[in-house]
């Protein structure tokens, strides 16, 4: 089932631009949903219902949670022994925003060998304010940084890269 078609060809003009050849969804729900065919790129598609559930606790509880076991997430795995204390003090949906990236995104990429990957956000103009607290957290902890998003329509896009 392909979740982002409706995304498709927004995903793909951004990247042509750039000049990469993209393919979306390649192995289903388990790896990257947005991979480079001719350069070294790897992302993760956000649709808007999938944010109003994972920037409402539901991610940030399933990341620290040691009864959950996902996508390569152990039972002992909490993100939250991994961070700064701080961290408690940010949005829930800057929380939300720090699961995705940093305990998914950052997942794969490591699993894949590389050092960055792009968010790809529906509905920038609801969702970019916490995702830039939650990169000001990231990057001010030297855990991660980002480039200023772009945008073609409704859609956000943001390179990341991660430190250690």
Request: negative net charge.
């Amino acid at each position: 089932m392909k979740h982002y078609e409706h995304l498709r060809d927004i995903i793909t003009t951004f990247f042509k631009a750039k000049g990469i050849d993209v393919e979306l969804e390649p192995s289903g729900s388990r790896g990257p949903d947005v991979v480079g065919t001719n350069a070294t790129l790897i992302g993760e598609v956000k649709h808007e219902k999938e944010l109003v559930r994972d920037l409402h606790s539901f991610f940030w509880s399933s990341w620290n949670s040691s009864k959950q076991k996902f996508g390569g997430k152990t039972f002992e795995y909490r993100l939250v022994e991994h961070l700064p204390d701080d961290v408690n003090n940010l949005s829930d949906r800057a929380k939300g925003w720090i699961a995705v990236i940093y305990g998914q995104m950052k997942y794969m990429a490591r699993n894949l060998g590389v050092s960055e990957a792009w968010i790809v956000y529906e509905n920038h103009l609801l969702f970019e304010y916490s995702l830039q607290e939650a990169m000001l957290f990231l990057s001010s902890h030297n855990l991660s940084v980002a480039d200023n998003p772009e945008h073609i329509d409704h859609v956000g896009f943001m390179r990341i890269t991660f430190l250690e």
